[in-house]
């Protein structure tokens, strides 16, 4: 199962390597991550550099395509037709699509989301009806080869959904287990859509 | 608030990218990845590289003091002086010092866990006793000024215990809402004390 990671300077760390370090215990897997120049990208604000092994023209195949999401720079980058004539490219020979957090909107603007139901981060959520997509507040959406996932740590989720539908239940559970993914967090997980105003207004204060 | 990420060839990515991801959020905080040398390193089966910027020479202080877990290369890693003497001498400038999966190893293995109670990834709980400490199997455990986390994702866990402890609950919910973690994975996690042992099984013949 060959696995395309597009990866940019300001994608956000945790929404590729969440589902890397899980898909990449599959046996069989070859995971690709790709950029626009063969060299390394800066993540979030910086602090960590993740490696391109692969230019997007060494790579115009892929049995999954995943595009994570992105802050500083995304607006830019979904809109650059490099990026969109790749995607387009690559979507071609898929059997799965897939974006976590804002990753939708790169999909969206390579027009593979006209007339789909996905997800993406819940800040992000306005910006999948100029796509023609309609957003649906789950933790991840399966809309024919398409599944996108909501913010960030949701791509965890996906991943394993992912490798349900690949590998069957068994293979994912124990890919589960292997990752010891026993979510406990020290306090309640909040929903956008049952947070607060004001525990919004402080997420928008963070620095990422 | 100074945090250094200690990064090998072997290296889990998600141990480090998990807390990375979710304690970059917090504002004023300086994360950096720190290496033997100056370079990148690769991690699981070597799909990935993550850069550090800095070399075990460039870092003297931290506030926290975070070391990631791996699978190749880990038990040869643990012995090597460089890392023992430099987790050392950072563990005296620390307030926290934390590991995440097998991360624990390196603190025991650099004589910080002695008559501690610690955790790790499951599979690893057998390996904190030589190191005089009591392996608890829970997610995090915390004793002193030492949080050690259980298998890979449970770092994400750890990070915002983190921050709740440095920076308070409403930060920490803030992060948690921002990274969107409200886990949902697509069937119930399974802990090792629960998981039957024809899936622990299944877990050593996974690919990393």
């Known amino acids: 199962m060959k696995i395309a990671i597009l990866i940019y300077d300001g994608i956000t760390a945790l929404d590729a390597v969440g589902p890397y370090d ?57 809109h650059d037709p490099a990026y969109q004539d790749w995607i387009r490219d690559i979507d071609k ?21 006209e007339g789909r139901r996905a997800t993406t981060h819940w800040r992000a959520a306005h910006g999948l009806a100029k796509y023609g997509a309609t957003y649906v507040g789950e933790r991840y959406v399966h809309d024919g080869k398409f599944v996108t996932a909501a913010g960030v740590s949701a791509g965890i989720d996906m991943a394993l ?7 069957g239940r068994e293979i994912a559970q124990a890919v589960q287990l292997s990752a010891e993914y026993v979510p406990q967090p020290p306090f309640p997980p909040v929903s956008a859509a049952a947070a607060s105003g004001h525990l919004k207004e402080m997420v928008t204060k963070l620095a990422v």
Chains 1, 2 share one sequence.
């Open 22 to 78: 899980l898909l990449n215990r599959v046996p069989g897997t070859d995971i690709r991550f790709v950029a626009k120049e063969k060299r390394s990208v800066r993540t979030g604000n910086g602090a960590l550099g993740l490696v391109a092994d692969y230019a997007l023209s060494d790579v115009d195949t892929a049995d999954v395509l995943l595009v994570p999401g992105g802050s500083k720079g995304l607006a830019e980058a979904i």
């Open 93 to 113: 020979t898929t059997q799965w699509t897939t974006s976590v957090c804002s990753g939708a909107l790169f999909l969206g603007a390579a027009g593979l989301l």
């Open 161 to 167: 959904y992912l490798v349900e539908q690949i590998e």
